[in-house]
């Protein structure tokens, strides 16, 4: 598939993320089965993760002080009053034939994720809502030839799922916004925010219009993308795909389409629900939530810095490139290190090189992570005082970097 850059050029792309985050609790969102990936399949399941008639969900109140945390650091409002509701489709791998979801009332609203664009100039990713619910089972293809085999583990883990305003322009935009997403849930430690094992999941809603046009395209919404880059891929090839059939004269459907890795295309699977599809009606097992400002107060309290706000403290208060902010910041677990060091030291650019440098190649080096560093962040910046004071050479310090390592 190719078309021309004058004929691209003619069209504006449209795209909405929808991403489901699993919550790092111990248990699941409505029983006390575990909630831990790698078990052997169907053994963190019960009565109340099976369906079983009779029985009744109870709330993990973790999931609701985890949800409060991503909607204080995207700036959205918390619904004060929420309830609960039974969203309704048939899956193998959903044992009650519902989804325990919010529907009216979801836990957060408004807010936005910043982002880079194209430019490098930040844009605000406007959020939808961002509300709690279970996920589902999880059906394997690849084991048996003949037959879907079907893991419950999963059904019932704890979910948010953060949706976007159709604010995303290019595919580009899309993978930063992703990518930003995943650092704030693992900053926050409500997600481990690994795509392979399915514990972050990206859908795409994506439609493409002319740009003089007023009204939007034809949504097609793309799912089975399990890294990033396979986000940026598959809406790479949507749009292309789209403007495509509608240069040919075609018409487009509103549909759900699965992405192949292996060739970079997508494929039908079927046609999309619309939401009196799912018929939404009260849940009557769950009682009706309350959260009080003083909750939120206390979250907000307890929460570590974010990535925007030690980027911005990094480039504009401590001098630092917007590179060297980027890399630090990265990881929430360097950038506390790094946060270590400059409170003995006011060198933040040889502290930044040491980060980037000496300590990250050592990391590599021995499959490390930083928090097993046995180099304190004082003694890094007592070795970038004994450089400055001119009492030790780089190199040396260098190499009693490694011998206490």
Request: proline share 4%; aromatic share 8%; charged share 25%.
């Amino acid at each position: 598939m190719a078309i021309t850059d004058e004929i691209r050029a003619k069209y504006k792309p449209v795209i909405g993320l929808e991403i489901h985050a699993q919550m790092l609790t111990k248990s699941k969102a409505y029983s006390n089965d575990k909630n831990e990936y790698g078990s052997a399949p169907n053994t963190n399941v019960s009565v109340v993760t099976l369906g079983h008639p009779g029985t009744l969900p109870r709330m993990n109140k973790k999931t609701i002080d985890f949800a409060i945390r991503m909607g204080v650091a995207c700036e959205c409002k918390i619904t004060e009053v929420q309830h609960f509701a039974r969203k309704n489709y048939f899956y193998p791998d959903l044992p009650k034939g519902y989804q325990i979801t919010q529907d009216t009332t979801p836990i957060c609203t408004g807010g936005y994720v910043l982002i880079k664009d194209e430019n490098g100039k930040d844009k605000k990713i406007a959020l939808t809502r961002i509300h709690m619910e279970e996920d589902a089972g999880k059906s394997v293809h690849d084991i048996d030839p003949f037959n879907t085999l079907i893991d419950l583990n999963r059904a019932g883990v704890p979910l948010i799922e953060i949706v976007s305003e159709p604010d995303i322009t290019s595919s580009q935009q899309a993978y930063n916004y992703v990518t930003e997403v995943r650092k704030l849930v693992r900053y926050l430690d409500i997600c481990d925010g690994n795509m392979e094992e399915g514990s972050l999941r990206c859908d795409a809603n994506i439609s493409v219009m002319l740009k003089d046009a007023t009204e939007y395209g034809v949504k097609v919404e793309v799912k089975n993308m399990n890294s990033m880059r396979n986000v940026q891929r598959a809406i790479e090839y949507e749009i292309e795909r789209q403007i495509e059939a509608i240069e040919n004269g075609e018409k487009l459907t509103q549909e759900t389409r699965n992405f192949n890795a292996l060739n970079g295309t997508t494929t039908a699977m079927r046609s999309k629900e619309a939401a009196n599809d799912y018929r939404y009606f009260p849940e009557p097992d769950l009682q009706p939530i309350r959260i009080t400002e003083n909750h939120i107060q206390k979250i907000r309290e307890a929460m570590p810095p974010l990535p925007n706000y030690l980027h911005t403290k990094y480039t504009t208060e401590l001098g630092l490139s917007e590179y060297d902010a980027g890399v630090i910041t990265d990881q929430k677990e360097v950038a506390l290190y790094f946060e270590e060091i400059i409170k003995h030291t006011k060198n933040y650019k040889s502290a930044a090189n040491w980060v980037m440098g000496e300590i990250k190649s050592h990391l590599n080096s021995n499959a490390m992570d930083i928090t097993e560093l046995k180099l304190t962040p004082k003694h890094v910046a007592d070795l970038i005082g004994l450089i400055d004071n001119g009492k030790l050479s780089h190199s040396l310090a260098s190499q009693k970097f490694f011998l206490k390592c």
